[in-house]
């Protein structure tokens, strides 16, 4: 079946001449592992360029639930980053976050919240330029509330200790 949703890649690996293993986490499917084919020569429709780390792509699948590998037919670039990929800083938060969510992030069911969460917040580092140098802990802290572990502070004026 042929399915179109967005996804977030979170890593990569090489496969053969020209094809790459993604594990991208889509807005539709959860974690998926995909292989795209034909990403590096003069002649390939699919450019590795593209399928960096937390990179935002728009991804058609071949998806089969008998199958642990889905194909990707086309992926394209939804949201291109303007400052990420030419600051050291920014591209190398991207990367922490990037191998962070690879280990944590095991369910294949959908999370469009999460997701959402994931998209806004990689646009937001995009585009900020004073002040990104805590915005990994920002965004782990405010992770742990959709993974159900945020603390709670409630009233008591105690900070992060439990009620």
Request: some cysteine; overall charge positive.
């Amino acid at each position: 079946m042929l399915s179109k949703t967005r996804g977030i890649v979170l890593h990569s690996v090489r496969y053969g001449e020209s094809s790459l293993i993604l594990t991208v986490y889509t807005r539709d499917f959860g974690r998926k592992s995909c292989m795209v084919n034909a990403t590096r020569g003069l002649k390939a429709r699919n450019k590795s360029a593209i399928m960096q780390p937390m990179y935002i792509l728009d991804l058609e699948l071949y998806l089969k639930k008998s199958r642990e590998l889905q194909r990707i037919k086309e992926c394209r670039l939804a949201e291109p980053y303007l400052s990420i990929p030419h600051e050291v800083k920014k591209s190398s938060q991207a990367l922490f976050l990037a191998e962070v969510l690879n280990k944590i992030l095991r369910e294949e069911e959908s999370n469009p919240p999460l997701y959402d969460f994931f998209e806004n917040a990689m646009i937001f580092l995009d585009v900020i330029d004073p002040g990104t140098a805590d915005f990994h802990v920002w965004f782990l802290s405010r992770l742990t509330e959709y993974l159900g572990i945020y603390p709670h502070l409630g009233d008591s004026g105690q900070g992060w200790l439990p009620v």
